[in-house]
């Protein structure tokens, strides 16, 4: 099995300045700076670089900027002397760290050509204007790279063709696509020959090359997951909520996997519906989750809500799959004496118990106990460094965590010790539950769902109790 692999290219501003438009440097601003160090497109590497996914990005987050102007001569028409100069409104940064980008690696192959790729960055003399002088190294590591105190990790969302509409905390940056090296190349051959005396004329400069829009955020306001809520009815025609024990969760949990998988046997959703994941990631899977009621002073704990959790790669087969689940009522049965214990309608996602696990918080608590990835944490040092590891595992750079508390008994009223919950029988030869509450440096967007339970409902967390 071939280990988790990244390409790191850390471009250094030699100057600590940088005048480009965007923030930060954009990735096809990358890749015409590696194309104009290495004076061509068929240099090796450049050609994997364009055909990759956004790669995350970790930039300073403090730059301070000055603003001026400056004027250069306008030779279009000597007869205007009113227009002699030419304004050009200047945004120069002062960059006191790297920038990085990092790029996933999948196989043997993406290794050789980030190899290629580390040599032809190298040859890079400038990024941003033809002032800002700056470096590019690389490397290949096994250690996904996570932002530090006063460096932001911009996490790209979806490209300009699937997602045309942004907020204001997205950055929009350009990336390489398909032919983006070809619109380069003929960009430069064209400024080769704007002064053509066959042609007897002076030629305009062609449009930028070709490259595709992608929307970053800062990690922890990334959207993750794909939530399709519901409420717990009691079975027939009764509006009656049907409420269950938290403790039992993961039962609950697997009633709702089997009510979807039996509607969705027939159709190519199956293996989606069931969890099953395809070998070469692992990360397409759907996830079970009851929610405990909360949100309010007097919540009880109970269950009586409950979300299909999936990843937002995963948004096509979701966006079918409530297509499906809204053609029938979900039937919750209990195993043992096959009576259908309560149905699962689709519900409003403005509900006040979905608003407390999907909202945007510092500081987050544990519902139901996290089962920490790992067999043995005798002490602090190895919990710690098994909750990072949750984090990672749960798409959340651990690099925002500021401080964490671990304890067996539970920081929320509606909570329970951990020695209560049914938990699932996992094959490990040891369990590590414990309740967690979280404090990150910056905000962190709900679902947060961590641990080796998590498909089923353990390690879920409410945002600022």
């Not at 004076?39 to 990005?57: K, L």
């Not at 960055?121 to 996570?146: E, F, I, K, R, Y």
């Not at 699937?162 to 070809?182: F, K, W, Y």
């Not at 750079?397 to 951990?418: I, T």
Request: charged share 20%.
């Amino acid at each position: 099995m071939l280990l988790e692999r990244w390409l790191v290219l850390e471009a250094n501003f030699l100057n600590g300045v940088y005048r480009g438009l965007e923030w930060p440097p954009s990735p096809f601003r990358l890749l015409q700076a590696i194309v104009a160090g290495n004076r061509s497109i068929e240099t090796p590497g450049v050609a994997w670089f364009e055909r990759q996914p956004a790669p995350d990005i970790l930039a300073p987050a403090e730059t301070p900027t000055l603003r001026y102007t400056i004027y250069v001569p306008n030779n279009t028409d000597r007869r205007k002397t009113d227009g002699a100069t030419t304004g050009r409104d200047i945004v120069e940064r002062r960059v006191s760290a790297p920038v990085r980008y990092v790029f996933g690696l999948k196989n043997e192959a993406d290794q050789e050509e980030a190899a290629q790729l580390i040599v032809a960055a190298a040859s890079v003399h400038t990024l941003g204007s033809g002032q800002d002088q700056a470096s590019v190294t690389g490397m290949l590591t096994g250690t996904l790279p996570t932002c530090q105190p006063g460096i932001t990790h911009f996490v790209p969302m979806a490209s300009n063709a699937r997602l045309p509409l942004h907020n204001e905390i997205d950055c929009i940056l350009r990336v390489p696509m398909p032919g983006s090296l070809e619109s380069l190349e003929a960009r430069f051959q064209a400024t080769q020959k704007r002064l053509d005396k066959e042609k007897g004329w002076f030629s305009p400069v062609l449009p930028p090359g070709r490259h595709d829009v992608v929307a970053y955020r800062p990690a922890g306001l990334e959207a993750r997951l794909v939530m399709i809520p519901f409420k717990l009815v009691r079975p027939g025609a009764s509006p009656a909520l049907r409420s269950f024990d938290a403790r039992n969760t993961v039962v609950v949990a697997g009633q709702l996997r089997g009510a979807v998988m039996k509607l969705t046997s027939e159709s190519p959703l199956a293996d989606f519906a069931a969890g099953y994941t395809p070998r070469h990631d692992a990360n397409r899977r759907l996830s079970w989750v009851p929610l405990p009621s909360i949100g309010h002073e007097y919540a009880d704990g109970l269950v009586r809500r409950a979300a299909l959790l999936g990843p937002m790669i995963c948004l096509a087969e979701m966006a079918s799959l409530i297509n499906i689940l809204g053609t029938a009522p979900l039937a919750l049965v209990d195993e043992e004496s096959g009576e259908i214990v309560a149905e699962a309608e689709l519900a409003e996602p403005d509900d006040g118990v979905f608003a407390a696990y999907r909202g945007e918080s510092r500081t987050w608590t544990s519902i139901t106990p996290v089962i920490l990835p790992g067999d043995h944490a005798a002490e602090p040092r190895l919990v710690r460094n098994l909750v990072l590891k949750a984090l990672r595992n749960s798409g959340i750079d651990p690099g925002l965590l500021e401080e964490f508390s671990a304890n067996r008994v539970p920081f929320l009223r509606q909570a329970y010790h951990v020695d209560e919950y049914r938990l699932k029988a996992w094959k490990a030869g040891k369990l590590i539950p414990y309740h967690l509450r979280l404090q990150f440096r910056e905000p962190v967007r709900g679902p947060v769902l961590l641990g080796r339970g998590r498909h089923f409902g353990l390690g879920l967390c409410c945002a600022n109790p």
